[in-house]
């Protein structure tokens, strides 16, 4: 007898009421809404903002009218995030740009050297010159 090697069903995602009361139930030291609740009611659409709402006028009356406000802690954090990600950017292509500055420092290096050599040729065959005219 074969045995049936399928895998459990996933569970159903929670309904947005469910997910309304998860968010509301959120203790004030819960790390991901971090004191605040976010501003999503039943209707809004996904929030590309920043914004946070008082969490006063969570959960009364229509949820679509409740007002945004700004955090000013919000704004800096994420402005302190997007240059980390930078940073991140830059360090990560520093080593290519230390090479090639590398190898054009041998290269000027090689040059300079070149042309020291054709100095001392030049001031040696010059005093060799002189030597022979007097």
Do not use: C, W
Not at 44 to 62: A, K, R
Not at 78 to 83: A, G, H, K, N
Not at 104 to 115: D, K, T, Y
């Amino acid at each position: 007898m074969p045995k049936d090697h399928r895998l459990p069903e996933r569970p159903k995602p929670p309904s947005i009421d469910q997910i309304m009361a998860d968010i509301k139930a959120a203790g004030d030291d819960d790390v991901v809404f971090s004191g605040s609740k976010l501003n999503i009611s039943r209707d809004s659409t996904p929030v590309t903002s920043l914004s946070l709402v008082d969490t006063e006028d969570m959960g009364h009356g229509d949820d679509s009218s409740v007002t945004r406000t700004e955090s000013p802690d919000i704004g800096a954090k994420y402005l302190q995030t997007l240059e980390l990600l930078n940073l991140v950017d830059l360090l990560k292509s520093t080593p290519e740009e230390l090479k090639k500055q590398y190898e054009q420092l041998e290269e000027l290096g090689a040059e300079v050297s070149e042309v020291i050599n054709e100095l001392k040729e030049s001031a040696s065959s010059t005093v060799k010159q002189k030597k022979t005219k007097s």
